[in-house]
């Protein structure tokens, strides 16, 4: 079977890597299997769900380079999920509720006071179609619970359990006891679906094979498992990745903004650190570069993904951000490099690719060879000698051991005391590339001003 995933995040907020985790697993798992994906934005809740959400969840995918085939959202699709609910109450699986919340409330005390679990009594099920017109004649508005296939008839009965069970991809043999669980609300009073029952017709429309999501989910399976067989269809396969916390164990929330993808791209990560660090934490894989999405999908393999919650820290991150810009190929750059006004020649990104912590670090170094700096001069003496000994062009890569060689047997300086100031003078910098790849690439009046300490 083509697997056939989707992401369905609500526009409530910025997409954290959290977020991102479930839509790399996603993604990655139908670009393994030859599959497609869906970004479906669960935008029914209106009051919190925004425009500039919706388009900042696109944007962020788009630059991870998380393409989707098919592209939906809920709040389109409301004449659908009107039909799939009259099929629901005509059948008897939705049944009209009137208990207020205080009612609700004073009840739930109620069961607690007797040591009985909290769940729904099914009171309104024993409602007679006359006391239910004529309450909708009253003018009151029912909320629609659906009825989960469990055998805890009623007030007052202990439930039994009535377990669901299914093979999760990711944590294997998994089980919901639906007794335990009241029947849950998917219509409220004003008319509006919960997300737990437009996610199953959308997922049955959508002819989805494969969910998988954050465990955060798993109870919700057990339920929407139910939804599925009520609606006449299969129960798509599930899998329920750990979730990430943050470095300090704090949850993660598109409502709080930590750890959103704006921020990294705010900070000039590359969205391939961003993917290899999202899909590989807390997996058994270690975490490394790699160069493209079809290596990571060829890696990514569910039964890896540890059932602990995966720490997220930024510290890494950047760490395996510099270790993927440290090896990647001049061909893979050569664009942006043009792009940031680098004309990207070989030479310059092979010298300089392994001092950069981001891809914007290019720059600095572009400066160094092409543009105009304001020399060190920390020891003007040696400085001047070095100049009087500076060969003439052209340059290669022996060029600055033959001259260091000569700047030392005119001034019989060496070691730290040769080589520091030469890098402050040409560089301006303390630390760096290798000067002999350097020296090469920034010109002999170059090299020659800056010793003199003019800006160059
Ligand atoms: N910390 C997390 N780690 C991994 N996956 C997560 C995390 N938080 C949410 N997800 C997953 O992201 C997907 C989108 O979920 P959702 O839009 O509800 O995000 P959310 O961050 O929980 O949002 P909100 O804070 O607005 O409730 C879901 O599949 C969910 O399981």
Redesign the pocket.
Known sequence: MTPRVR????P??R?????I???ALNWLFARKHGGSFLLRL?DTDTV?STEEFAAAIRDDLTWLGLTWNDFARQQDRTARYDEAAAALKASGALYPCFETEEELDRRRKRQLAMHRPPIYDRAALKLSAEEIAAKIAAGEKPHWRFRLPNTSEGRGLTPQPTLISWNDLIRGDQSVDLGSLSDPVLIRGDGTYLYTFTSVIDDVDFAITHI??????VTNTGVQMAIFEAAGATPPAFG??????GADGQ??????GALSIQSFRDEGLEPMAVLCHAALVGTSDAIEPLQSRDDLAAKLDFSKISTA??RFDVAELKVLNSKLLHTLEYAAVAERLRAAGIEGREHFWNAVRGNLETFGDASIWWNVVAGDIEPVIEDSKLTVAAASVLPDAPWSENTWSEWTAAVKAKTGAKGRALFHPLRLALTGREAGPELKTLLPLMGRDRVLARLEGKRA
Request: no cysteine; proline share 6%.
């Open positions: 992401f369905a995040p609500s409530t907020g997409l954290h890597i959290g977020n985790r479930t839509a669960d919190r998988v999501r954050g465990e955060d989910h329920h990745h750990s979730l990430l916390v949850a993660l929330s598109k409502r709080l919650p995966g």
